[in-house]
């Protein structure tokens, strides 16, 4: 079945860039039925979702991150990757990978995260 | 769109009717998830469209509602049970989740 696997530095500096890669087993990322998704849950917290990328490039991202995050593909490693540029302690988190069941491509608006990664921690400190 | 979840935790004992609400702050039809997520694990999804039981999930969890005003129901809550819950609107982009729910052992 289909897993997700992130992967990247488990601690950034502040002002930094954090990175992480999401890499897909057991299906292909360049599927019209799916986007494929980040989010994020500060420890002891809720969930944010912080966005989402279509295998052919389209983006959508959380207005209150949108400035700082950018999302890509790579068809070939079947992999989506996060970056988040100047980070402070409020994004030490954990990050998780999902995918999201496509609604509309026009919109950009997807509708279930199903499956998870097993999520990874990001903490930002000197 | 907001989500508010509540209660944001609760005790309970096993073999309870546990229920859990969510409104969203503007008419969403019938477009909510809920998830559980127990100690250290990824959210897993339970139900989708409000009242879709997914592939696996017991019949124990149901859910229900649509415009505004959701509910999610643990019929006989068994220990494995023991976990955060959370709803999510996919109506309108950015995509949002509910607070939470901890469902804790009395």
């Known amino acids: 079945q289909l897993q997700l696997q992130e992967s990247g530095p488990g601690l950034v500096k502040p002002s930094e860039s954090l990175s992480l890669t999401c890499t897909v087993s057991g299906g292909p990322i360049s599927s019209y039925n799916y986007y494929w998704a980040w989010i994020r849950q500060p420890p002891g917290q809720g969930l944010e979702w912080i966005g989402h990328i279509f295998f052919g490039g389209s983006t959508n991202y959380n207005p209150s991150l949108r400035s700082r995050v950018t999302i890509s593909v790579d068809t070939s490693n079947n992999q989506f990757s996060l970056s988040l540029a100047s980070v402070s302690a409020a994004d030490t988190a954990i990050y998780y990978c999902?995918?999201?069941?496509?609604?509309?491509?026009?919109?950009?608006?997807?509708?279930?995260?199903?499956?998870w990664g097993q999520g990874t921690l990001v903490t930002v400190s000197s | 769109i907001q989500m508010t979840q509540s209660p944001s935790s609760l005790s309970a004992s096993v073999g309870d009717r546990v229920t859990i609400t969510c409104q969203a702050s503007?008419?969403?039809?019938?477009?909510v998830n809920w998830y559980q997520q127990r100690p250290g694990k990824a959210p897993k999804l339970l139900l989708s469209?409000?009242?879709n039981l997914e592939a696996g999930v017991p019949s124990r969890f149901s859910g229900s509602g649509s415009g505004t005003d959701f509910t999610f129901t643990i019929t006989s809550l068994q220990r494995e049970d023991f976990a955060t819950y959370y709803c999510q609107q996919y109506d309108t982009l950015p995509l949002t989740f509910g607070g939470g729910t901890k469902v804790e052992i009395k």
């Open positions: 469209d409000a009242s």
């Open positions: 999902a995918r999201l069941t496509l609604e509309s491509l026009s919109s950009g608006l997807g509708t279930r995260f199903d499956p």
């Open positions: 503007q008419d969403i039809s019938n477009y």
